[in-house]
């Protein structure tokens, strides 16, 4: 008879290893798909020897349900803390081996176990997504478990980053988990998320679709704005999730940690390249990441929602090792106008970075809001005012850059001093006005152009009068709403020293519950 400990022994070693997960066979057929196990991927996104795991011997209790064939151990989620370059993190793994990592009341909550542990100590919570979704033979008791997750995922917004990674199926309810957390990540063709699959779409639509189609990484980051990052495999997914996290602060009540940075360019930081980045030609497009980059510190920018709404670029970089976010508008997409998606995708990046204490620099260049039925029907004004509002209600430090146009009421939308940015800067060539200079012209000299002996040549000649007197940064900078005409050259130096000042900066809100964000 063995004595009570080696009965433990036995236990916590043979046993139960041969109980975790799914089996070699299992684990076989996610490699043959080119998808890690749930523990490999742990492995591999945490510091080496780091993992702790928490829940191990969970038996799972779908035997309650008539399947007492299997008694898995851990159930059908790996769950625990560990540390990212030595930052304490909390993890959740879904093993596909087990019952197809469908969810299960026990899952559920051994997930709800380490949401409550990452909020109770301030640290960030990453879920790694492979599951067929509600555990069948559970019932209702496991939509019971998605919904307790649902809360707490909402109750952890905005206290601690929430980072999910989608490495497979993620169908039904169970994409809404993700969708409330701050970022999605999704693997190509080995993962995909939807409401409904394929099946119903056709019996519903009679469309013929398949699953990489109607919610794979492609569709979602560049139609649906789903998922934030598209990544090429596993391994590179788990790298973004850790450079992603490098931006970050663990907590809302916590700094993104500084880094160490050397003089850019050893000349006092002046950048002279961008002199010469706006184009002669108004109406000639840049591309809004070569003045990003140039700006800030070496290789820091991180592009979030690269291929969604193109017309906007957002992402994280570091400037004199701080860490700020970035929402510039992008010339060499649609003229870098604004729209319903690219407002949609700034206005959540601006409340990120406003939630987690992320200083906010704005780089200008917007002709204004695109026009037309398609926009308006699909509520530009509601979508619009997304974005508006984010930036209204953003306390962090606050900076614009206004490079070229600054028209109409996007002026006013992109982070102006009117709506409490802390700095706005306007490089030379910024047009700052009501609309641009052909239309204006065309409306308030109407009268004298019809009636000139040649019209075009008055037009024109009202074109350049506007021009000079109207869109120019000096009109904004004669009111103090200009802060300071720089030389372009000078940007980088302008805005270390200005997002350093600003380092203290509170702000005491109006009292309230929360505000009505128009959703
Ligand atoms: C229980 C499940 C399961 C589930 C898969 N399995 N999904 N067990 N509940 N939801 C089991 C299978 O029986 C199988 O067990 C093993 O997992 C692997 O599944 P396969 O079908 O062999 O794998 P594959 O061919 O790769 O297909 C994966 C899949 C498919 C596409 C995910 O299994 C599937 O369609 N599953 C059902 C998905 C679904 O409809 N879920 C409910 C969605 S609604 P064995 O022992 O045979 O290997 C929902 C509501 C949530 O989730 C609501 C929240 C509010």
Same mark, same amino acid.
């Given at each position: ?16 290893? &041969?109980?975790?997960? #799914?089996?070699? !066979?299992?684990?076989? =057929?996610?490699?043959?798909? +080119?998808?890690? %196990? ?84 301030? &640290?960030?919570?990453? #879920?790694?997504? !492979?599951?067929?979704? =509600?555990?069948?033979?559970? +019932?209702?008791? %496991? ?270 939308v992109m982070n102006s001093k009117h709506i409490g940015a802390d700095m ?96």
């Amino acid at each position: 008879m063995p004595n009570s400990k080696e009965k433990y022994t036995v236990l916590a070693t043979k046993n139960a290893e &041969a109980l975790l997960g #799914g089996g070699q !066979d299992r684990i076989d =057929a996610q490699h043959k798909k +080119g998808k890690l %196990s749930a523990r490999e991927r742990i492995d591999f996104l945490l510091d080496e020897g780091s993992f702790e795991e928490i829940g191990k011997f969970v038996m799972h209790r779908t035997r309650d349900f008539g399947m007492d064939k299997q008694h898995f151990l851990g159930d059908g989620v790996v769950t625990g803390y560990g540390t990212i370059n030595g930052r304490l993190i909390y993890v959740f793994s879904q093993d596909f081996t087990v019952f197809g990592g469908s969810l299960s009341e026990a899952y559920a909550e051994k997930i709800c176990k380490i949401m409550d542990l990452a909020m109770k100590n301030g &640290a960030p919570i990453i #879920g790694l997504n !492979d599951s067929g979704g =509600a555990r069948i033979q559970e +019932g209702v008791v %496991s939509l019971a478990g998605y919904a307790d997750i649902f809360y707490k995922n909402t109750q952890a917004s905005g206290v601690i980053p929430q980072i999910s990674a989608i490495m497979g199926p993620c169908a039904g309810g169970a994409v809404y988990s993700p969708a409330i957390t701050d970022f999605i990540m999704m693997v190509e063709n080995t993962s995909y998320m939807f409401v409904t699959g394929p099946n119903v779409v056709k019996t519903v639509t009679h469309e013929d679709v398949t699953s990489e189609e109607l919610g794979g990484a492609s569709t979602h980051s560049t139609k649906s704005g789903v998922t934030h990052f598209s990544c090429a495999n596993e391994i590179e997914c788990i790298n973004n999730l850790k450079k992603l996290l490098s931006y970050l602060p663990q907590n809302c009540e916590d700094n993104a940690p500084m880094e160490d940075y050397e003089e850019k360019t050893g000349a006092g930081e002046s950048l002279p390249s961008l002199d010469s980045i706006i184009p002669e030609n108004p109406n000639q497009p840049y591309d809004m990441r070569e003045v990003i980059e140039t700006v800030v510190d070496k290789d820091s920018f991180f592009e979030v929602h690269k291929n969604f709404a193109e017309n906007i670029v957002v992402g994280f970089a570091r400037l004199a090792g701080r860490s700020i976010g970035i929402v510039g508008n992008q010339p060499a997409v649609l003229a870098g106008v604004l729209d319903i998606n690219s407002s949609t995708k700034a206005a959540r990046f601006v409340r990120f970075c406003d939630s987690f204490n992320i200083p906010l620099l704005v780089l200008e260049d917007v002709p204004g809001f695109l026009p037309g039925t398609d926009q308006e029907w699909h509520g530009i004004i509601t979508n619009g005012a997304k974005l508006l509002y984010a930036f209204c209600e953003a306390t962090v430090p606050r900076i614009t850059v206004i490079t070229r146009k600054a028209y109409g009421g996007a002026y006013d939308v992109m982070n102006s001093k009117h709506i409490g940015a802390d700095m706005n800067y306007a490089w030379p060539t910024a047009e700052i006005a009501v609309m641009g200079a052909k239309g204006a012209a065309e409306i308030i000299f109407k009268a004298e152009i019809s009636s000139a002996e040649n019209p075009t040549e008055k037009l024109n000649e009202k074109v350049e009068e506007y021009d000079r007197k109207f869109a120019n940064p000096y009109r904004a900078a004669y009111r103090g709403y200009i802060d300071e005409v720089i030389m372009p050259n000078e940007t980088r130096q302008k805005l270390i020293r200005a997002f350093k000042m600003l380092e203290n900066k509170v702000v005491v809100a109006p009292r309230k519950k929360h505000g009505n964000i128009p959703l």
